[in-house]
């Protein structure tokens, strides 16, 4: 299957074969975020220890997109647990920019 539109991904997403898959990644990594490990960072999923809130701490992010590599959408070797800060650095979604003073401008 192709997973083009919004439309055929928000399916996929909620599909119970791509949530049993999740499951399986997170207990894999030990519910850490791998990019926050690799950089001797702890980052859990409090939620699964009852501390947290409804909101979720950790993603499982395929490596290669889904979108590029619709036959990897179930691969364990393209799927890695990271926080929602790491996704969201890794897919340059919600950062801040730098704005460097211009002197130009004046």
């Known amino acids: 299957m192709m997973y083009e539109t919004t439309k055929e991904r ?8 791509w949530k049993r898959k999740r499951d399986e990644i997170l207990k894999r990594d030990c519910y850490e975020c791998q990019e926050c490990k690799k950089e001797g ?5 409090l939620n699964r220890f009852g ?3 409804k909101h979720k701490y950790l993603d ?6 889904l979108q590029k590599r619709p036959e990897l959408a179930l691969v364990d070797s393209n799927l890695v647990t990271l ?4 996704h969201n650095k890794k897919h ?15």
């Open 10 to 17: 928000i399916k996929f997403y909620k599909s119970r074969t």
């Open 83 to 86: 926080c929602i800060k790491c």
């Open 92 to 106: 340059d979604r919600y950062q801040k920019k730098n704005k460097k003073w211009n002197d130009e401008k004046w």
């Open 41 to 45: 960072k702890v980052s859990i999923d």
């Open 60 to 65: 499982v992010d395929h490596i290669e997109e």
């Open 51 to 53: 501390q947290g809130t």
